[in-house]
């Protein structure tokens, strides 16, 4: 079966190639990053920005991406570089590290005796626990209390009509457990799942006043409530696990209705509106995808609460979860177990609640048209699809030890029901004496002592982990799937990036993406033996204001290991490069690097703005400033597909790409004195005359001095260009200048207008 991001993936022209250049940058892996956090860098803002094309106009006649890939290796030298942005931690070092691995199991079981109470006092040496057959010994055995029957707990009356509502909801992390330790000692955990994406307005009203209801007046002091959000790009933990009422009721208040709707079910069978469109493909496709998406952040979610030993309670609620066929069953099995091994427990709740639906649909739809309506087919497959919907909860809950609620309009029963569900229970975690992580099922056997007499209930086995060694390609783009909607970004690999942004015309700008990895932690293939190296690239822009995807990029590049190809990695980073047709306007970026010989990840993450020059009055309207110092001839690229009529169309509309060569951004912003630096930018002049020059040159500062200025450089509109566009290029000298840090200004005048603009940025010039 087609994997989910290759069907989803707007796959256009990959002129990949691998190059061998000289680049005066330094290895990305030696570089101390001063600026933001891991995973969230603010650009440049006169460096960087985008703006982006809806998703299903990427697949258009019209495209939305230039989808170009250029893959290249780099020499550098050895100084630390200020850079646009880097997903490692500013103090990260390299030190040696020592691993011992074990897999600490951990069981929750409920024993009652024969009236239904629960038994207490007993230790580790009442339980007799194995693993296939083979005793382990149980390192601890802590006993739950919680109380079913305690008393809401009331808000107070100050605070009660006093809730916060939030500009911007804050997201956070599930805190994780020491192994071996239970943090939330006698709590209950409940976590509130809110799936936006597929729940219609209505129901997320509903289901949110339930949310609502269930905090205000019947939760209790035993009970710890977190929420999470799906809106179909990734999970959100607004919240973690919290007794705050006030703070609880705030956030669910901050919810919007209507939001992340991009995933509602479409209807294609016989009960279907005629539309009287002409005959194309169906909706059952798009359908698997979202299905899909759906289960996937289902099991990311269960992955994050794994994390915590206690038994977690997940309250799902959603507008139904229909299979399609077999398509989605390896997407639910894998999602159940994952569920089974982090114990969690699923309480779906259809939102939708009491229904009594119209033989042939209600007035949100039109009329099938067809024959369908006579013979009643249509009525059936209506029928079918919402007994569908609500058999894919039931087996979500019944798989996991949850129950599911249907046709209900009192949604707070189904919090009441998982709340109840979970009384006493013990802890029970050992280490196994199995270390194999081949993914296999492993079942589990705990007996007591026959005098008791007591009932257990407990979960009868799990899935072991795998190494990356032994994923399927299943694995291997679950994996993918699960690292792009995880919030805290992974740096296994380090990835440094810079956007750019080019105006094409009234409405689009080109949004060009540099991306570079370190040469030296691909190179760890070649020691295991590997003659090859695959690197998966995937990532997804979502917009800001809608809160949805998009456009996205799927891609793999394949780099032979020869000896002198691995000698040159371990001492050369990567570039990536890929390019968008964007619109202006705010979004967000998650990009994944994952070398598919060792497994290990990289993401990239951050906010960037497109500007709409056209508003621009004040100043002149430039692009972003290119530095660089290299020109690489596009015919030298050793490409590993064969380029086609478009994909060179798609080069040719690159402002990067002139006279047949390439300019190279520099990331790092690291020059050798020995080479020419490259600036590049464009200036726009619209409804300007081709007589109306702009005048534009570069600076060089050091320490508030100028020690350096280009010649002034006065170029007119080109010819036929309706936004005015100027290009303007500099090379500049460097090599009697000393080595050290300086402030690169460009200054762009337009004197027929009397406006100017300026852009600095810090450089540093090396030996």
């Given at each position: 079966m087609m994997s989910l991001f290759d069907k989803l993936s707007c796959r256009t022209g990959a002129l990949r190639g691998l190059r061998s250049l000289r680049d005066s940058q330094s290895c990305l892996d030696t570089m101390k990053l001063a600026g933001?956090?891991?995973?969230?860098?603010?650009?440049?803002?006169?460096?960087?920005?985008s703006t982006t094309r809806s998703f299903h106009?990427?697949?258009?006649?019209?495209?939305?991406?230039?989808?170009?890939?250029?893959?290249?290796?780099?020499?550098?030298?050895?100084?630390?570089?200020?850079?646009?942005?880097?997903?490692?931690?500013?103090?990260?070092?390299?030190?040696?590290?020592?691993?011992?691995?074990?897999?600490?199991?951990?069981?929750?079981?409920?024993?009652?005796?024969?009236?239904?109470?629960?038994?207490?006092?007993?230790?580790?040496?009442?339980?007799?626990?194995?693993?296939?057959?083979?005793?382990?010994?149980?390192?601890?055995?802590?006993?739950?209390?919680?109380?079913?029957?305690?008393?809401?707990?009331?808000?107070?009356?100050?605070?009660?009509e006093d809730i916060k509502i939030y500009k911007r909801l804050a997201r956070t992390q599930v805190a994780p457990e020491t192994p071996g330790t239970t943090r939330y000692k006698d709590r209950r955990l409940l976590a509130l799942y809110f799936d936006m994406s597929a729940m219609r307005p209505q129901d997320q009203l509903r289901a949110l006043q339930a949310a609502q209801t269930?905090?205000?007046?019947?939760?209790?002091?035993?009970?710890?409530?977190?929420?999470?959000?799906?809106?179909g790009g990734s999970v959100d933990v607004l919240q973690d696990f919290s007794a705050d009422k006030n703070r609880l009721l705030s956030i669910l208040e901050t919810l919007i209705v209507g939001e992340g709707q991009g995933s509602i079910e479409s209807v294609d069978d016989a009960s279907s509106a005629d539309t009287g469109a002409a005959f194309g493909q169906d909706d059952s496709e798009f359908n698997i995808f979202n299905t899909d998406r759906q289960l996937a952040a289902l099991q990311t979610t269960a992955k994050m609460l794994g994390q915590l030993n206690e038994k977690k309670a997940l309250i799902y609620f959603a507008s139904g979860l229909r299979l399609n066929g077999v398509d989605n069953q390896a997407q639910?099995?894998?999602?159940?177990?994952?569920?089974?091994?982090?114990?969690?427990?699923?309480?779906p709740i259809d939102a939708r609640g009491l229904q009594a639906s119209a033989p042939l649909g209600d007035a949100s739809?039109?009329?099938?048209?067809?024959?369908?309506?006579?013979?009643?087919?249509?009525?059936?497959?209506?029928?079918?699809?919402?007994?569908?919907?609500?058999?894919?909860?039931?087996?979500?809950?019944?798989?996991t030890g949850g129950k599911a609620l249907f046709d209900n309009n009192d949604l707070t029963k189904g919090i009441l029901q998982a709340q109840q569900a979970i009384s006493d229970y013990y802890i029970l975690g050992y280490y196994t004496s199995n270390s194999e992580q081949n993914g296999r099922f492993r079942k589990v056997k705990i007996t007591l002592n026959p005098d008791l007499a007591a009932k257990l209930d407990y979960r009868q086995g799990y899935y072991a982990g795998k190494v990356f060694s032994k994923f399927t390609a299943v694995d291997k783009e679950r994996q993918l799937e699960d690292a792009l909607m995880?919030?805290?970004?992974?740096?296994?690999?380090?990835?440094?990036?810079?956007?750019?942004?080019?105006?094409?015309?009234?409405?689009?700008?080109?949004?060009?993406?540099?991306?570079?990895?370190?040469?030296?932690?691909l190179a760890l293939a070649k020691r295991?033996?590997?003659?090859?190296?695959?690197?998966?690239?995937?990532?997804?822009?979502?917009?800001?204001?809608?809160?949805?995807?998009?456009?996205?990029?799927?891609?793999?590049?394949?780099?032979?290991?020869?000896?002198?190809?691995?000698?040159?990695?371990?001492?050369?980073?990567?570039?990536?490069?890929?390019?968008?047709?964007?619109?202006?306007?705010?979004?967000?970026?998650?990009?994944?690097?994952?070398?598919?010989?060792?497994?290990?990840?990289?993401?990239?993450?951050?906010?960037?703005?497109?500007?709409?020059?056209?508003?621009?009055?004040?100043?002149?309207?430039?692009?972003?400033?290119?530095?660089?110092?290299?020109?690489?001839d596009m015919k030298d690229a050793l490409y590993d597909v064969m380029k086609s009529k478009d994909q060179a169309k798609e080069a040719a509309a690159d402002p990067l790409v002139v006279n047949g060569s390439k300019l190279i951004p520099s990331v790092t912003r690291v020059f050798g004195t020995d080479r020419k630096m490259y600036v590049f930018l464009q200036g726009y002049e619209p409804g300007a005359a081709a007589t109306e020059p702009l005048v534009a040159f570069v600076t060089l500062y050091r320490e508030g001095a100028k020690v350096f200025e280009t010649k002034p450089l006065a170029l007119t509109p080109l010819t036929g260009s309706r936004l005015g566009t100027v290009p303007l290029s500099f090379d500049v000298e460097p090599k009697n200048l000393a080595p050290g840090e300086y402030q690169c200004q460009v200054t762009v005048l337009d004197p027929t207008r009397q406006k100017a603009a300026f852009w600095t940025a810090p450089i540093l010039l090396e030996p």
């Open positions: 933001p956090p891991v995973g969230r860098h603010e650009l440049l803002s006169a460096t960087n920005g106009e990427s697949r258009s006649d019209r495209p939305a991406r230039s989808g170009y890939f250029l893959l290249f290796l780099f020499a550098i030298t050895s100084a630390s570089a200020q850079q646009i942005g880097q997903n490692k931690a500013p103090d990260g070092t390299d030190t040696f590290t020592l691993s011992v691995k074990s897999q600490l199991v951990i069981e929750t079981v409920v024993v009652k005796d024969k009236q239904g109470k629960s038994i207490e006092g007993l230790t580790a040496k009442d339980f007799t626990l194995t693993e296939d057959g083979v005793p382990q010994t149980i390192k601890i055995c802590d006993h739950e209390t919680l109380p079913t029957g305690a008393n809401a707990v009331p808000l107070k009356p100050s605070t009660d269930f905090i205000r007046k019947q939760m209790t002091e035993a009970d710890l409530v977190s929420i999470l959000r799906y809106s639910l099995h894998a999602t159940v177990d994952a569920a089974v091994r982090a114990g969690v427990s699923f309480w739809q039109g009329s099938p048209g067809n024959a369908a309506m006579y013979n009643g087919t249509a009525a059936q497959a209506s029928t079918d699809r919402f007994q569908q919907s609500q058999d894919t909860l039931y087996s979500l809950a019944g798989d995880l919030a805290d970004p992974i740096t296994d690999l380090t990835i440094a990036m810079e956007i750019d942004y080019f105006q094409l015309n009234r409405a689009e700008y080109f949004v060009p993406i540099i991306v570079k990895i370190p040469g030296r932690e295991g033996g590997s003659d090859h190296t695959l690197i998966d690239f995937v990532g997804e822009i979502k917009d800001l204001v809608g809160g949805v995807t998009v456009t996205n990029v799927r891609d793999k590049v394949n780099i032979k290991l020869t000896d002198a190809t691995a000698a040159e990695l371990a001492k050369r980073p990567i570039e990536y490069d890929t390019g968008f047709t964007l619109l202006p306007g705010r979004y967000q970026i998650k990009f994944l690097a994952r070398d598919d010989e060792t497994g290990r990840i990289g993401t990239y993450q951050t906010i960037f703005v497109i500007p709409n020059l056209n508003k621009e009055v004040q100043r002149v309207p430039i692009s972003s400033v290119i530095l660089s110092s290299q020109k690489v």
